[in-house]
């Protein structure tokens, strides 16, 4: 198939499972369209197992890898998905809760790293730098598709803002992260003095994450200039669509942190530019674009998370693993949110439920699978990736499904913190 007839395979899809889930299951969209798909999956699975001369699971496996769902959201889709996210948070929001946000996308990612890589290595006998690229890769958060559910739980602001700033520094972190990482598993030339490796990691880390930020915040000021001297929202919207889509190839054409460019730049335009660069017809435009942009690749996002179930390979071995790296997740999210919370404390105060909301509302999504399939093929990468598959479905699914009901309860409740 060609990438067009992908496309659009994937469209018609999206569309026809929402509508699905519009008229029988009623879930969130995202959420109701990864159901319908996975079960879509699922049943043509069984559908192969009861029917031995039908062979379409394997026909579907094929045009499933043919799509290329790593490089296609690492390439294409997160660069829109986080600059959309981006414009919806306020810089002066932000600024409020910038302690929490910066401490829980540094600190927090790391913690998170360390206890679910030290875990997976325990839980599977993996050697300890491989099960810390499983780590890196599933600490990010994608909180997309719970946001709007958090909003309904009338809680305070400040939680949404640190659920938001958080999951949008966390992904680009852990993105770094996860390419130092390995960067070190895998070094390219097979072998390098320790040393100048462990050197080459520190110098990436800051390249890809400064770099990034710095990249984000020009193209951003300069996008924004340029606004303030135009009054046409159809040019303007275009204008912002070339920011995201033009900034993040240049991010990865310098190899600087993509994601950290994407975040950087929605948050100066949605912030600064709407205020001072934008009328409030373009404004309107603006947000109305990036909110169908928004739905519509977390529509596809989610389809392709559900079909992805064929490129799994599954074992009871693999899905022991994964039953625990489900655990394993849950303990390292908490652990990345409890942290940076006791150590402010005694200097500010926190929202009732702030620790198990956020806990319970970081949610796991494609960028993890993504990461997992970008791996290099070797021995690992199968347990890996069916581990990856199950924490970020269980995430998704079961949190997604439940996070509105436990923030209502403990956002309300006597203070749990």
């Keep these: 198939m060609t990438a067009l007839q992908i496309a659009a395979l ?6 026809a499972f929402g509508a699905v889930n519009y008229l029988f299951l009623r879930l969130p969209s995202s959420i109701g369209v990864l159901v319908v798909s996975l079960l879509a999956s699922v049943s043509v699975m069984a559908l192969d197992a009861l029917l031995p001369f039908v062979d379409m699971t394997g026909a579907i ?9 790593s490089e296609t959201l690492l390439d294409g889709m997160l660069g829109l998905l986080l600059f959309a996210g981006a414009l919806h948070v306020k810089l002066s929001d932000l600024r409020t809760e910038w302690r929490p946000v910066l401490l829980m996308a540094t600190i927090g990612v790391a913690l998170s790293t360390l206890i679910a890589g030290a875990g997976f290595a325990w839980i599977t006998g993996a050697p300890i730098l491989i099960a810390l690229i499983f780590g890196a890769l599933i600490s990010p958060t994608d909180p997309v598709a719970v946001l709007g559910v958090l909003r309904e739980a009338a809680l305070p602001k400040s939680l949404e803002t640190k659920i938001a700033g958080e999951s949008l520094f966390n992904d680009g972190v852990g ?5 130092v990482l390995v960067g070190l598993a895998f070094p390219v030339g097979g072998h390098a003095e320790e040393g100048n490796l462990y050197a080459g990691a520190a110098r990436l880390f800051f390249q890809e994450a400064a770099g990034g930020a710095a990249l984000g915040l020009v193209l951003g000021w300069l996008t924004f200039r340029v606004m303030r001297l135009i009054d046409d929202y159809s040019l303007e919207v275009l204008l912002t669509l070339g920011l995201a889509f033009g900034g993040y190839e240049l991010a990865v054409y310098l190899h600087l942190s993509a994601p950290i460019m994407a975040v950087c730049a929605g948050l100066l335009i949605g912030d600064i530019g709407a205020r001072d660069g934008m009328s409030a017809e373009t404004r309107g435009y603006v947000d109305a674009f990036w909110k169908l942009v928004d739905e519509i690749l977390n529509a596809v996002l989610f389809l392709m998370i559900g079909v992805e179930v064929f490129a799994v390979a599954f074992d009871m071995e693999a899905v022991l693993a994964g039953a625990l790296s489900i655990l394993l997740a849950l303990v390292a999210r908490l652990v990345a949110v409890a942290v940076p919370v006791l150590m402010l404390r005694p200097f500010r105060g926190f929202a009732k439920g702030t620790i198990p909301i956020m806990t319970w509302g970081g949610l796991k999504g494609g960028i993890s699978v993504a990461l997992a399939l970008s791996l290099p093929d070797f021995e690992w990468k199968p347990l890996i990736l069916t581990c990856t598959y199950m924490v970020v479905l269980f995430s998704i699914v079961v949190q997604g499904l439940s996070i509105g009901r436990v923030a209502m309860r403990l956002g309300r409740a006597p203070d749990l913190m």
Excluded: M
Excluded at 175 to 179: M, N, T
């Design 175 to 179: 993105y770094v992260v996860f390419l």
């Design 61 to 69: 496996r094929h045009e499933v890898i043919e799509i290329e769902f």
């Design 10 to 15: 994937l469209i018609v899809l999206a569309g």
